[in-house]
């Protein structure tokens, strides 16, 4: 299964739109996880408390560990996220802290150093911006690290396209020269 980590709000997404490119010829193929649509537990001392007594149980039953085990099962994952705020939609963030599960997507080994879990040999982060992309860090960067350091996920790329509402830019280029940077990967 490949997963496809759709964090993007608008209908016109210009995100979605270069997301569907890195996909081109496969998007059936993909599993989609609209994460703005997903009703998010709250997150609070009870749930923590619930939650990781499951985890300590190895009771992985609950519906609220389906999306790790799909993260966990996916042999390839692309993720677009708009670049709002020097990062990307809070949503994004609750989904990533959803599928970090000790005994699903990681582990922590003898020395208490995460290691992964996740089949997927890479994650596509996919983002476009209206202006510049001051820094990958925040956004892709917070991705990347998780991906690597947490899921075992060796490759990691990031496509991007940027300054798209800049006055007089050339939209529709920008996202051409994003795609033709796609088929050259």
């Not at 917070?142 to 509402?165: P, Q």
Request: glycine share 8%.
């Amino acid at each position: 299964m490949k997963l496809f980590i759709n964090a993007c709000v608008r209908r016109e997404s210009r995100t979605r739109r270069l997301a569907e490119a890195v996909m081109a010829g496969e998007r059936e193929a993909y599993k989609e996880v609209c994460v703005p649509a997903i009703d998010f537990p709250r997150v609070d001392e009870a749930f923590i408390d619930w939650r990781n007594g499951c985890v300590a149980r190895g009771d992985y039953a609950s519906p609220v560990f389906d999306l790790a085990r799909d993260f966990a099962r996916a042999e390839e994952i692309v993720v677009a996220a708009p670049f709002w705020d020097l990062s990307f939609p809070a949503t994004l963030k609750q989904y990533l802290e959803q599928i970090c599960v000790v005994g699903l997507t990681f582990y922590y080994n003898e020395h208490d150093v995460p290691c992964g879990l996740c089949r997927a040999k890479r994650l596509t982060y996919v983002t476009t911006a209206g202006g510049p992309i001051f820094s990958e860090e925040p956004g892709y960067g917070y991705v990347r690290a998780l991906a690597t350091a947490f899921f075992g996920i060796k490759e990691t790329r990031m496509v991007k396209a940027e300054n798209l509402d800049i006055r007089g830019a050339d939209v529709e280029g920008i996202l051409r020269q994003a795609m033709d940077g796609i088929a050259r990967s």
